[in-house]
């Protein structure tokens, strides 16, 4: 079996094993949303620090999934090949007492922001301002380099007719 196919079956069983990293370095952000639960949803990179502002405008009930991918890029390649993706029960995530991947990253985050840790997730305006990361969690089989990283929350099956699509944000970053 070769080494390609080992990190896959490790990754199907969702990694646990983390480490810290020198830094994230935020290259750039880009976000779709739906306009049935949000007003307006902003995102942007300022000096490597994230900025969001989202004003939701209906409540998410629990039940909502998150779907995040980590896709890396060669620093001589333009193309990006998925290294793994994970889809977990967003209020389930934050209400768990292990700190996975996602989670860790949110509090780092709620540090510079209103986002809520519970669920429901109440209509009103939510912001990260000025997030940057000195050491940052990530899974210890990523090697340093480019990675996008691609956070998708829906409710029902990701891909199909019975997806209702609630946003999409997109990073460039730099693992160091």
């Known amino acids: 079996m070769s080494a390609f196919y080992i ?16 830094s994230m370095i935020i290259m750039s952000g880009e976000a779709t949303f739906n306009p049935k639960y ?16 989202s004003y939701n405008i209906r409540t998410l009930r629990p039940g909502f999934q998150t779907h995040m991918e980590f ?4 620093s001589n390649a333009s193309r990006y090949h998925t290294v793994f993706k994970f889809t977990i029960n967003f209020c389930n995530a934050l209400s768990a007492t292990t700190l996975n991947i996602f989670k860790r990253w949110y509090l780092s985050m709620m540090k510079m922001g209103n986002f809520m840790l519970e669920c429901p997730v109440k209509p009103m305006h939510y912001y990260i301002h000025g997030w940057s ?3 940052v969690d990530k ?8 990675y996008r990283v691609t956070i998708h929350f829906f409710y029902g099956k ?7 699509f609630i946003n999409r944000c997109v990073l ?5």
Do not use: C
């Open 38 to 53: 949000i007003e307006n949803f902003t995102i942007y990179v300022r000096n490597h620090n994230l900025y969001v502002d």
């Open 71 to 74: 896709a890396a890029r060669p």
């Open 172 to 176: 460039e970053v730099y693992f160091r």
């Open 133 to 135: 990361v000195d050491k």
């Open 139 to 146: 899974p210890s089989i990523l090697p340093p380099g480019f």
């Open 7 to 22: 990190i896959i079956s490790l990754l199907a069983f969702k990694i646990h094993k983390i480490e810290a990293i020198s």
């Open 158 to 164: 990701l891909n199909s007719k019975t997806e209702d």
